[in-house]
């Protein structure tokens, strides 16, 4: 039953890293992060219970803190100007 | 508790699919701001869903879970928000241009200057 969810999720991450990697402007590229890293973070918490293993519950809740931070930092850089 | 299990796994089976969608619709839209709208909401569902879905599997895991999925939903909007607001500010116009825009600034300020 999994199985399906994980190829699901391969396939989203695919068409995810296509953008990221050809898009036209830099903020084309955060958009793909910030989708990526929901999808991972989705990734890491169906994995826990693949695995049944809850510590990726904790991992996944970090992941998603520093993803958000990483987000908002590089699109307050993107947006320029003083401050 | 069968029933609970069996509800959990549609939950993340629908979330996985929007994620999907929402992928799909980065690739597809013709614009900075559709991508924004396909990336962010469907993904924001989704999320929500498959890991709701994962804590009515396993019901001890219920609350961590709880915590994660409200965490998404808080933050993933206002990521959105301040990517919106950067690009427009560096002078990314949408395809389809409206005639309003009501957050240029200079147009504000000229039609209040002409009603008054």
Do not use: C
Not at chain 1, 54 to 72: E, H, K, P, R, W
Not at chain 2, 19 to 30: A, D, E, Q, T
Not at chain 2, 106 to 114: A, F, G, V, W, Y
Request: no cysteine; charged share 15%.
């Amino acid at each position: 039953m999994l199985n399906l969810v994980f190829i699901l999720i391969f396939l989203s991450i695919v068409f995810g890293a296509y953008r990221f990697i050809k898009g036209p402007s830099s903020s084309d590229r955060v958009v793909a992060l910030d989708t990526l890293t929901t999808i991972v973070s989705v990734a890491l918490v169906v994995g826990s219970l693949f695995f049944k293993n809850y510590i990726l519950l904790d991992i996944s809740f970090v992941f998603a803190a520093l993803s958000f931070t990483s987000v908002i930092v590089i699109a307050r850089y993107l947006e320029g100007g003083k401050s | 508790m069968i029933l609970l299990s069996f509800i959990g796994y549609v939950l993340i089976i629908l979330g996985s699919i929007f994620l999907l969608l929402g992928s799909l619709g980065i690739v597809r839209m013709p614009d900075l701001y559709n991508r924004i709208q396909a990336g962010t909401k469907a993904t924001t569902l989704g999320a929500l869903s498959a890991i709701i879905g994962v804590g009515l599997v396993e019901p001890s895991w219920f609350f961590k879970t709880l915590i994660i999925a409200v965490f998404i939903v808080l933050t993933n909007p206002i990521g959105s928000h301040s990517i919106a607001r950067s690009s427009y500010k560096r002078g990314l116009k949408p395809v389809i241009t409206s005639e309003i825009d009501e957050y240029d600034e200079e147009n504000l300020t000229d039609e209040r200057s002409d009603s008054a």
